[in-house]
Nanobody, 126 residues
Framework: VQLQASGGGLVQAGGSLRLSCVAS????????MGWFRQRPGKEREFVAG???????AFADSVKGRFTISRNNGKKMVDLQMNGLKPEDTAVYYC?????????????????????WGQGTEVTVSS
């Protein structure tokens, strides 16, 4: 499985960005997909995830501002980020969990995800 993330950039506080991640290989519809981020000087952290049944989960810090969606036909997962804040500045990574079953919760631990994209940088200016 290979993941390619895109959509990062520079935006002013309050603005929006949409990140996309395209997968190749494997059966995308069976994956749990997640977005993580690594802020400067911080550890990688969970941002949002979407299960194969389209159930979603979000970190408290982004609830109400970010949404996540998947398109199984295009093998794509998007992260729509609205109301961006300077503290959202980070490198964002998409990740695939290919082994969790349907009744498993969306993993928020990066160790659950076997495959990772290359990261896309988001900078939010104040």
């Amino acid at each position: 499985v290979q993941l390619q993330a895109s959509g990062g950039g520079l935006v002013q506080a309050g603005g929006s960005l949409r990140l996309s991640c395209v997968a190749s290989g494997g059966t995308f519809s069976r994956f749990v997909m997640g977005w993580f981020r690594q802020r400067p000087g911080k550890e990688r952290e969970f941002v949002a995830g979407v299960h194969r049944n389209s159930h979603t989960a979000f970190a408290d810090s982004v609830k109400g501002r970010f949404t996540i969606s998947r398109n199984n036909g295009k093998k794509m997962v998007d992260l729509q980020m609205n109301g961006l804040k300077p503290e959202d500045t980070a490198v964002y990574y998409c990740a695939a969990d290919t082994t969790s079953i349907l009744t498993s919760p969306i993993g928020q631990d990066s160790r659950v995800y076997e495959y990772w994209g290359q990261g896309t940088e988001v900078t939010v200016s104040s």
